[in-house]
């Protein structure tokens, strides 16, 4: 389960970011989470609230932005978002396509006392 590993890098992160900015507490935590980013949505919120506790994020409120996968068509260059993991242009149909977001987790902001 490398959501563990996951959640202690981002624990670290958050370390980091309070002492930088002076702060004792961390309220809230916000990341977005590609479909595509190998990682399981419920088991990165388990590991947090396990791993949270005597942190600075102790008692912070964690939520998960999912971001559903992107793509640029090199064919007619139109940007869509696709609903399921078929990897063509819903506008010409064409295969030729680029994914430009959900592939990554990303902490996107964090609350701080």
């Not at 624990?11 to 809230?28: G, I, P, Q």
Request: aromatic share 6%; hydrophobic share 35%.
């Amino acid at each position: 389960m490398h959501e563990y590993s996951i959640v202690q890098s981002l624990l670290e992160s958050c370390e980091e970011h309070a002492k930088a900015n002076d702060a004792s507490k961390v309220t809230k935590v916000v990341v977005k989470i590609g479909v595509l980013s190998g990682v399981e949505p419920d088991l990165l919120k388990t590991a947090f609230d396990t791993f949270k506790e005597q942190t600075v994020c102790d008692g912070a409120d964690f939520v998960m932005n999912i971001q559903k996968v992107q793509i640029l068509c090199h064919d007619c260059s139109k940007t869509s978002t696709l609903d399921k993991n078929e990897f063509s242009c819903p506008s010409c149909n064409s295969v030729n396509v680029k994914v430009e977001d959900g592939e990554d987790m990303y902490l996107m902001s964090l609350e701080m006392q």
